[in-house]
């Protein structure tokens, strides 16, 4: 093929409507817009409801919002690790998902420590709280965290201080709380 073949496909061009042409044209005398009336004069804006209280006026307001980045962890108690597993045993992902108690071996799981735990035992989790941290260390066994928990600042104005604070050698958060 070459350049001086190309062609669009079929329908791709047509020509503009010509309104107001004369009534041969087939858009003569009200050139689509009908006859008088708010539309036919001007623009009415698309979610203009002819003067009645708008929709999104109507329906009720939820306060707050949704965080969509939010990843949410599934609990798991050292109760439950002491029902489904011995002592010198393994606990991750894998094994959590194959006794049931978390859905599968992508979910993000954080274990708690509700329940008294009595064999020494590895934990590999993505979260671990500090409880059940020196509770699986007194009982003997050992604990990996994958994702450790990161203190983020939200705000930018206290971000640039936690940055300015971390380039001066000072702990980020206590610089920026001093600063105030």
Not at 149 to 155: K, L, M, P, Y
């Amino acid at each position: 093929m070459e350049q001086h073949e190309l062609r669009q496909a079929p329908g791709a061009k047509h020509s503009k409507k010509r309104r107001g042409r004369g009534q041969a044209s087939g858009q003569g005398t009200y050139g689509g817009r009908g006859r008088k009336g708010q539309k036919a004069r001007g623009g009415v804006r698309a979610q203009f409801e002819g003067g009645q209280m708008s929709i999104v006026r109507r329906l009720g307001h939820k306060r707050g919002f949704r965080n969509f980045s939010r990843i949410e962890f599934q609990a798991v108690s050292l109760r439950d690790i002491v029902k489904h597993f011995t002592a010198g045993g393994t606990v991750n992902a894998a094994s959590l998902a194959a006794v049931g108690l978390i859905d599968n071996e992508q979910t993000p799981f954080k274990v708690l420590a509700s329940g008294v735990l009595s064999v020494a035992i590895t934990v590999n989790a993505p979260r671990l709280s500090d409880t059940a941290k020196a509770e699986i260390t007194t009982a003997g066994g050992s604990f990996e965290e994958t994702a450790a928990a990161e203190h983020r600042v939200r705000n930018r104005i206290h971000r640039r201080k936690a940055a300015a604070a971390a380039a001066a050698g000072a702990a980020p958060v206590a610089a920026a709380a001093e600063e105030e």
